[in-house]
Structures are given as C-alpha cells and as structure tokens.
C-alpha cells in the first residue's frame, strides 16, 4: 500500500482525512479538483491528492480504486465515506457536512 496512503489512515485517527485519487488525463478530475481545493482553502481539512497513475494496479485493487476522480473520507482508520465519479462543489460540501468532515458556519439571521 501507498505510503501517502498509509500515512492518511494514521493521521485519521487524530483528524479526518479526505483522499481525492485523480488522474492527470482524467477530464473530470480536472473539473473536480479546482472544487475541493477551493473547499480545503475554506474549511481547512486535510485534503490529500494521489495520483492513480503513479500505483500499481495491484495496489489500487488493494485500496479499492477502479475509476478516477474517486474520494475517501477517512475518520479513526476506516472509511466512512467512498464517493466515485464527478461531484460539484456543492455536492461534495454536502456530503463532507454530513461526514462531519467540515462544519459551515452558523447563521443568526
């Protein structure tokens, strides 16, 4: 297993780890990934960008990986959430709200 891989199942027993695997000929991981960025610089949590080409095919069966743009929300070393194929913004904000991944703020109006 990918040691970036690795690394993010044991940073998500202290925070959540979102990992995005893309491809850079993918062309709705080109989309996507302006998107999660943009939610990263936003909510602040720890977005990790692997590159599928860059594993093994026996590695990316291992982890689960059989189409790019593929997301896994990590929390306490399991993945709690697996989202594969293209998402918008608003969508992946939803579902990283749901996650309890990011918190949006509060509104008093």
Do not use: W
Not at 43 to 49: A, P, R
Not at 56 to 66: F, N, P, Q, Y
Not at 76 to 99: C, H, N, P, Y
């Amino acid at each position: 297993m990918n040691e970036q891989y690795k690394a993010a199942i044991e940073k998500s027993t202290r925070r959540a780890q979102v990992v995005y695997f893309s491809t850079p000929t993918c062309g709705p991981c080109r989309v996507m990934k302006p998107g999660m960025r943009d939610l990263k610089a936003l909510y602040g949590f720890d977005l990790v960008e692997l590159d599928a080409t860059e594993f093994a095919a026996d590695e990316l069966k291992e982890m689960g990986i059989r189409a790019v743009p593929h997301i896994k929300v990590i929390i306490r070393g399991q993945v709690t959430d697996d989202i594969v194929g293209q998402r918008s913004s608003s969508e992946m904000k939803r579902i990283l709200t749901q996650a309890n991944v990011i918190t949006d703020g509060l509104d008093f109006e």
